[in-house]
């Protein structure tokens, strides 16, 4: 059977512990059980549609999205997501090197379990605890920030957050988010004061089962990987569901990008 040699640890050994080696394996070891279906060597595709890795992701939309919630259960158990609850961004590392090599769907599992996980870190506040899920493989979560207008420059975002008795309630729309329609948890990015720009955006929690919050619809990726457009209509969340202050909602998005930003790079070597 093929198993995941990996690049070599030796140029970076000054940066890494013991616990990062042994982490490694366990990874290694997960992604041979549960993802290494495939026992084909050699070029191309096998019968059972593994790659001369001996890997198989799912090459059709709903079946990514079924196969990605069986894997955030499956990684969640196997405590592969415990870097990003300890906030070790070194074994965020190790894991996403070794997990895009076998699936590049089990890497946006991943990376979208810390993307959503992390700003709670951030604030040092779990409403609801589904950060706490998401680390244990419980939940699956989304991170709302980019609209069909509103890309690189954040701060144009149109989706807002208006301020009503105990809660707010949000209206807008966003894109190109990944996870979107199964998700059980989004990270969404709001203007809370439209004229302040990065200053006047903040950050809630919504769960998938929020009355005036919906799924608006996929946006199918040549690679396996669920990604939609998500619909905010009357949505009222309590306050207790805000991230952070009012109006730091950006720098909680940008400080949890900060965080993960170098294990887009490990995914790419995998
Ligand atoms: C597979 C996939 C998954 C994604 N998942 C998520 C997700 O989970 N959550 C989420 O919120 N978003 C997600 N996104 C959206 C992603 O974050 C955006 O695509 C990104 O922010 C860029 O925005 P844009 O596509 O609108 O490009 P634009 O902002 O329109 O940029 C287009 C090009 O212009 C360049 N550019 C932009 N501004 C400037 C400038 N001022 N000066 C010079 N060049 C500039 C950019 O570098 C880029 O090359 C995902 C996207 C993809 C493709």
């Given at each position: 059977?093929?198993?995941?040699?990996?690049?070599?640890?030796?140029?970076?050994?000054?940066?890494?512990?013991?616990?990062?080696?042994?982490?490694?394996?366990?990874?290694?070891?997960?992604?041979?059980?549960?993802?290494?279906?495939?026992?084909?060597?050699?070029?191309?595709?096998?019968?059972?549609?593994?790659?001369?890795?001996?890997?198989?992701?799912?090459?059709?939309?709903?079946?990514?999205?079924v196969r990605a919630r069986e894997l955030v259960r499956?990684?969640?158990?196997?405590?592969?997501?415990?870097?990003?609850?300890?906030?070790?961004?070194?074994?965020?590392?190790?894991?996403?090197?070794?997990?895009?090599?076998?699936?590049?769907?089990?890497?946006?599992?991943?990376?979208?379990?810390?993307?959503?996980?992390?700003?709670?870190?951030?604030?040092?506040?779990?409403?609801?605890?589904?950060?706490?899920?998401?680390?244990?493989?419980?939940?699956?979560?989304?991170?709302?920030?980019?609209?069909?207008?509103?890309?690189?420059?954040?701060?144009?975002?149109?989706?807002?957050?208006?301020?009503?008795?105990?809660?707010?309630?949000?209206?807008?729309?966003?894109?190109?988010?990944?996870?979107?329609?199964?998700?059980?948890?989004?990270?969404?990015?709001?203007?809370?004061?439209?004229?302040?720009?990065?200053?006047?955006?903040?950050?809630?929690?919504?769960?998938?089962?929020?009355?005036?919050?919906?799924?608006?619809?996929?946006?199918?990726?040549?690679?396996?990987?669920?990604?939609?457009?998500?619909?905010?209509?009357?949505?009222?969340?309590?306050?207790?569901?805000?991230?952070?202050?009012?109006?730091?909602?950006?720098?909680?998005?940008?400080?949890?990008?900060?965080?993960?930003?170098?294990?887009?790079?490990?995914?790419?070597?995998?």
């Amino acid at each position: 059977m093929i198993s995941h040699e990996g690049l070599s640890l030796d140029p970076v050994a000054a940066f890494i512990e013991p616990r990062h080696r042994e982490f490694r394996e366990r990874v290694r070891a997960f992604c041979r059980e549960e993802i290494g279906v495939g026992r084909h060597e050699g070029d191309g595709e096998a019968a059972d549609g593994s790659d001369s890795r001996g890997r198989r992701d799912p090459d059709d939309d709903a079946e990514a999205r079924v196969r990605a919630r069986e894997l955030v259960r499956l990684m969640g158990a196997a405590g592969l997501f415990a870097p990003i609850a300890e906030g070790d961004v070194r074994g965020c590392l190790v894991a996403r090197e070794v997990l895009a090599w076998w699936s590049p769907l089990a890497d946006a599992v991943f990376a979208l379990q810390g993307l959503s996980a992390t700003p709670a870190l951030v604030v040092g506040r779990d409403p609801g605890g589904w950060a706490a899920r998401a680390v244990a493989g419980d939940a699956m979560g989304a991170f709302a920030m980019t609209e069909r207008e509103a890309g690189s420059d954040v701060a144009s975002m149109t989706t807002r957050a208006v301020r009503d008795g105990d809660g707010y309630v949000i209206d807008g729309a966003k894109s190109f988010i990944s996870n979107a329609g199964v998700a059980d948890f989004h990270v969404v990015f709001a203007a809370t004061d439209p004229e302040a720009g990065t200053r006047g955006i903040s950050c809630f929690v919504v769960p998938a089962d929020t009355d005036g919050f919906a799924f608006a619809g996929a946006q199918v990726m040549s690679a396996p990987h669920p990604l939609g457009e998500l619909r905010f209509e009357g949505c009222r969340v309590g306050a207790d569901a805000m991230l952070g202050d009012e109006g730091a909602g950006f720098k909680t998005g940008m400080a949890t990008l900060d965080r993960l930003r170098p294990t887009v790079a490990a995914g790419a070597c995998g």
